[in-house]
């Protein structure tokens, strides 16, 4: 009886403690509480945007949970009804974006101002207390080394849908895709891999499986056709629960997802990091990557590993080890002379981690895509040769300028991406704006870009003495075509602005 009593006491207690509290908080500090914004796109998927907020007087602290990650509130103030915020960005450690507000019976509604966007407006509805908690850590297994799968003995060529469609690509535009890169010739030059990046994804049936959204109907037939062009195909995942765009991740289903990659046929697996930040910290990262790469293996298809994670944790120390082919170095690449040279330039440091199955991704190619000139875009194609960097085209293949598919179809270039000793281009001097950077090839060769990253036109030479040559060897111009005879001790070009000159020097 006197245990019944007592039971009964402390439940009368904890209730107290769960629900009177927070009654009170909600009566003097309207705001506090988890609030849900959904939105359903084109294809069905629902994506989410979580406000947590803690209201304490007129101050408001809390974080915006996206699906890709969290950003905590910052100088948060509000006077019970009206509300401004900011947070910091990712992508700009400079300007925070900005958030107002309102509340209006049990929902808020929101304005947003992210640096260089629009203003939005949504609307936000109260939520249980558990909306936007990441779900539980399931522990990553202990690392050991995955062997390596054989694959991409030379940086893997193809098309990747992000940087051109992002979620507007379909089954229709994929199969375009394929047809065209066997119209164009690219495949004959050696684009071979059709990669769908993210916003394929549905929702899972009873048993666990991924499915497809309403843009793609028939993975299995799908991956048929683009085979049936002796081509092949590649697709995106997230570790995360969420990938970056909000679709479903593989979180928790990795091995049954690598086993449904193989059933469709698939080739590429992009594994790319988003939410998986919300449940592991950067000393998982390995084992993380590891869990796939094993689970791609034990699938019974040889699957490309392409690991997106933008260079977190050294990624390059210990890629090889999770079974990867390549992986990414740095943040998304954006159309623009800025965000290319950016990355670009900044490869350096990783030369000795390429080697034949093994790259370093600087990011997907936004030749065609209309925000840098041509003398641009060929500086971005000489620059990811010589980095042996992947060559993953991200225009729209069906409606190429002349321009662009010259610059993707320059066989010459192409052979010293693909060059088979596999070696990473080196900054050989910088001079201000104006840099040589060399890559030795197998032939005993070297190619040698003259870059200039400045804004008027300039000379720049390179020695062969700097480049481990000597005598006269014969110099070729790889844009130009040409064979410009046997050049001794140094060669000078005029490099026009954002402009290179690539030239491949062999000894005689
Ligand atoms: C991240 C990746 C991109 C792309 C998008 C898709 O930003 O870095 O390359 O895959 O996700 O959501």
Same mark, same amino acid.
């Given at each position: 009886?006197?245990?019944?009593?007592?039971?009964?006491?402390?439940?009368?207690?904890?209730?107290?403690?769960?629900?009177?509290?927070?009654?009170?908080?909600?009566?003097?500090?309207?705001?506090?509480?988890?609030?849900?914004?959904?939105?359903?796109?084109?294809?069905?998927?629902?994506?989410?945007?979580?406000?947590?907020?803690?209201?304490?007087?007129?101050?408001?602290?809390?974080?915006?949970?996206?699906?890709?990650?969290?950003?905590?509130?910052?100088?948060?103030?509000?006077?019970?009804?009206?509300?401004?915020?900011?947070?910091?960005?990712?992508?700009?450690?400079?300007?925070?974006?900005?958030?107002?507000?309102?509340?209006?019976?049990?929902?808020?509604?929101?304005?947003?101002?992210?640096?260089?966007?629009?203003?939005?407006?949504?609307?936000?509805?109260?939520?249980?207390?558990?909306?936007?908690?990441?779900?539980?850590?399931?522990?990553?297994?202990?690392?050991?080394?995955?062997?390596?799968?054989?694959?991409?003995?030379?940086?893997?060529?193809?098309?990747?849908?992000?940087?051109?469609?992002?979620?507007?690509?379909? !089954?229709?535009?994929?199969?375009?895709?394929?047809? *065209?890169?066997?119209?164009? #010739?690219?495949? @004959?030059?050696?684009? /071979? +891999?059709?990669?769908?990046?993210?916003?394929?994804?549905?929702?899972?049936?009873?048993?666990?499986?991924?499915?497809?959204?309403?843009?793609?109907?028939?993975?299995?037939?799908?991956?048929?056709?683009?085979?049936?062009?002796?081509?092949?195909?590649?697709?995106?995942?997230?570790?995360?629960?969420?990938?970056?765009?909000?679709?479903?991740?593989?979180?928790?289903?990795?091995?049954?997802?690598?086993?449904?990659?193989?059933?469709?046929?698939? !080739?590429?697996?992009?594994?790319?990091?988003?939410? *998986?930040?919300?449940?592991? #910290?950067?000393? @998982?990262?390995?084992? /993380? +990557?590891?869990?796939?790469?094993?689970?791609?293996?034990?699938?019974?298809?040889?699957?490309?590993?392409?690991?997106?994670?933008?260079?977190?944790?050294?990624?390059?120390?210990?890629?090889?080890?999770?079974?990867?082919?390549?992986?990414?170095?740095?943040?998304?690449?954006?159309?623009?002379?800025?965000?290319?040279?950016?990355?670009?330039?900044?490869?350096?440091?990783?030369?000795?981690?390429?080697?034949?199955?093994?790259?370093?991704?600087? !990011?997907?190619?936004?030749?065609?895509?209309?925000?840098?000139?041509?003398?641009?875009?060929?500086?971005?194609?000489?620059?990811?040769?010589?980095?042996?960097?992947?060559?993953?085209?991200?225009?729209?293949?069906?409606?190429?300028?002349?321009?662009?598919?010259?610059?993707?179809?320059?066989?010459?270039?192409?052979?010293?991406?693909?060059?088979?000793?596999?070696?990473?281009?080196?900054?050989?001097?910088?001079?201000?704006?104006?840099?040589?950077?060399?890559?030795?090839?197998?032939?005993?060769?070297?190619?040698?870009?003259?870059?200039?990253?400045?804004?008027?036109?300039?000379?720049?030479?390179?020695?062969?003495?700097?480049?481990?040559?000597?005598?006269?060897?014969?110099?070729?111009?790889?844009?130009?075509?040409?064979?410009?005879?046997?050049?001794?001790?140094?060669?000078?070009?005029?490099?026009?602005?954002?402009?290179?000159?690539?030239?491949?020097?062999?000894?005689?």
């Amino acid at each position: 009886m006197k245990s019944l009593f007592t039971a009964t006491l402390v439940s009368a207690a904890l209730l107290f403690c769960l629900v009177l509290p927070s009654t009170a908080i909600a009566a003097n500090e309207p705001l506090t509480g988890h609030w849900l914004h959904e939105d359903t796109s084109p294809d069905g998927n629902v994506s989410q945007i979580v406000l947590i907020f803690y209201q304490s007087g007129p101050k408001l602290t809390g974080k915006v949970v996206f699906s890709w990650g969290d950003l905590g509130i910052t100088d948060g103030t509000t006077d019970g009804h009206s509300f401004h915020f900011t947070v910091m960005t990712p992508a700009d450690s400079e300007k925070p974006a900005v958030y107002d507000g309102k509340l209006d019976g049990d929902e808020i509604e929101v304005i947003s101002r992210w640096p260089g966007n629009n203003n939005t407006t949504y609307r936000a509805k109260r939520a249980p207390d558990t909306t936007g908690i990441a779900l539980a850590r399931i522990p990553p297994p202990a690392l050991h080394v995955v062997p390596y799968n054989g694959l991409a003995k030379t940086p893997p060529m193809g098309w990747n849908s992000w940087n051109h469609f992002q979620e507007k690509i379909d !089954d229709a535009a994929v199969r375009g895709m394929a047809d *065209a890169m066997v119209a164009s #010739g690219m495949r @004959d030059a050696g684009y /071979v +891999y059709i990669n769908i990046d993210d916003t394929w994804e549905g929702q899972r049936d009873a048993a666990g499986n991924i499915q497809t959204n309403r843009k793609f109907p028939d993975m299995k037939a799908l991956a048929d056709y683009v085979h049936s062009k002796g081509l092949k195909i590649g697709i995106y995942s997230s570790p995360g629960p969420k990938t970056c765009g909000g679709y479903e991740g593989s979180y928790g289903h990795e091995v049954q997802d690598a086993k449904t990659y193989a059933k469709w046929g698939f !080739d590429y697996l992009k594994y790319d990091w988003c939410s *998986a930040g919300k449940i592991y #910290g950067n000393e @998982d990262l390995q084992a /993380v +990557y590891q869990k796939m790469g094993e689970a791609l293996q034990a699938s019974g298809r040889p699957i490309v590993y392409s690991l997106c994670e933008y260079g977190m944790g050294d990624v390059w120390k210990w890629g090889p080890a999770a079974g990867a082919n390549l992986w990414r170095t740095m943040g998304d690449i954006g159309d623009s002379w800025k965000s290319m040279d950016e990355i670009g330039f900044n490869q350096d440091r990783l030369a000795e981690y390429a080697a034949p199955g093994h790259w370093n991704d600087p !990011d997907m190619l936004e030749i065609g895509n209309g925000g840098m000139t041509d003398t641009e875009y060929r500086t971005h194609f000489s620059l990811w040769a010589l980095l042996a960097a992947p060559l993953l085209a991200g225009n729209d293949l069906r409606t190429m300028s002349a321009a662009t598919k010259e610059i993707l179809l320059n066989r010459e270039v192409i052979a010293i991406d693909q060059d088979p000793a596999g070696h990473q281009a080196k900054r050989i001097s910088k001079n201000g704006e104006l840099e040589v950077w060399a890559r030795p090839l197998a032939d005993g060769s070297r190619a040698i870009g003259l870059f200039n990253r400045g804004e008027r036109e300039a000379k720049v030479s390179v020695k062969w003495s700097d480049v481990g040559m000597s005598g006269e060897p014969t110099v070729r111009d790889l844009w130009e075509h040409r064979s410009l005879g046997k050049v001794s001790r140094e060669y000078e070009a005029s490099v026009p602005s954002y402009g290179v000159v690539l030239i491949k020097v062999s000894p005689n």
